[in-house]
C-alpha cells in the first residue's frame, strides 16, 4: 500500500509557466512533507517542507499548498525554467522517533525553452 | 567542507559475487540510511542506522547487509542473494527531525 503516490510520472511545461507536481498521501498521527528535486545520477536535494499544522510554505518560485481534507498536497514552481528540469520526489515523514521518510515513485519535470 | 561520500560512482559486479558499496560522512551526523532506486520506482529503504552498532531493516532488506562500527561509515553489501541488485543507491544522513542530506549515489551493474 503506497503511503505516498505521485500519479503523474512525467510533466511538461514551457519556460516562463507555472509547473505544477501533485502528491496524495495516506493519512497519519503526525505528517509532515518534504519536497526533494533530483538531476540523474545524482543525490536528491532538498526543496522545501511543510508540516500538518501550516497549509502552504513559500520559498522564492516554489510554494507547497498542503489540503488535509483531501490529502492532497502540491509543488509549485514560478515562473518554471530550463534548470527546474528534474525529477521531483515528494516524501512523507513517519513518526517522532525514526524519523524515516516515504518517499513518491517521481514526477519527471521537463520545461521547454 | 562537510558532505558524504559514496565511492565508486559505478560499479560492476558478476552475478553470485558479494560487493561492498562505500558511505563516509563528516557531517558528524548520527542518523544513516541507505536507499535505493529503480527507474518509476522512486526511493525505497534498504537499511538505517541512527547510532553507532545499531541498525534496522528497511521496507527491502532482503539479500543486503550492514554495519555501523564507526559514526562516519555506514557501508552496504549487495550479497549474492539479492536477486536483483542492479540499481542506483543512494546513502542519506540526517540532523535533527527531518534534515536529509543525500550523497551522489553509486550505480551497480551486475554483469
Known amino acids: 500500500d503506497q503511503q505516498v503516490k505521485q500519479n503523474s510520472p512525467s510533466l511538461s511545461v514551457q519556460e516562463g509557466r507555472i509547473s505544477i507536481l501533485n502528491c496524495d498521501y495516506t493519512?497519519?498521527?503526525?505528517?509532515?512533507f518534504l519536497w526533494y528535486k533530483k538531476y540523474p545520477a545524482e543525490g536528491p536535494t532538498f526543496l522545501i517542507s511543510?508540516?500538518?499544522?501550516?497549509d502552504k510554505n513559500e520559498d522564492g518560485r516554489f510554494t507547497v499548498f498542503l489540503n488535509k481534507s483531501a490529502k492532497h498536497l502540491s509543488l509549485h514552481i514560478v515562473p518554471s525554467q530550463p534548470g527546474d528540469s528534474a525529477v521531483y520526489f515528494c516524501?512523507?515523514?513517519?513518526?517522532?522517533?525514526?524519523?524515516?521518510?516515504?518517499f513518491g515513485k517521481g514526477t519527471k519535470l521537463s520545461v521547454i525553452p | 567542507d562537510g558532505g558524504i561520500t559514496q565511492s565508486p560512482k559505478y560499479l560492476f559486479r558478476k552475478e553470485g559475487q558479494n560487493v561492498t558499496l562505500s558511505c563516509e560522512q563528516n557531517?558528524?551526523?548520527?542518523?544513516m540510511y541507505w536507499y535505493r532506486q529503480d527507474p518509476g520506482q522512486g526511493l525505497r529503504l534498504i537499511y538505517y542506522?541512527?547510532?553507532?552498532?545499531?541498525?534496522q531493516k528497511g521496507d527491502i532488506a532482503e539479500g543486503y547487509s550492514v554495519s555501523r562500527e564507526k559514526k562516519e561509515s555506514f557501508p552496504l553489501t549487495v550479497t549474492s542473494a539479492q536477486k536483483n541488485p542492479t540499481a542506483f543507491y543512494l546513502c542519506?544522513?540526517?540532523?535533527?527531525?527531518?534534515?536529509?542530506?543525500f550523497g551522489s549515489g553509486t550505480r551497480l551493474t551486475v554483469v
Open positions: 542519506a544522513t540526517r540532523a535533527g527531525s527531518y534534515g536529509y542530506t
Open positions: 493519512n497519519s498521527m503526525f505528517d509532515y
Open positions: 511543510i508540516s500538518s499544522i501550516k
Open positions: 516524501a512523507k515523514a513517519s513518526g517522532a522517533g525514526s524519523y524515516q521518510l516515504t
Open positions: 557531517l558528524n551526523h548520527d542518523a
Open positions: 542506522s541512527q547510532i553507532v552498532n545499531d541498525f
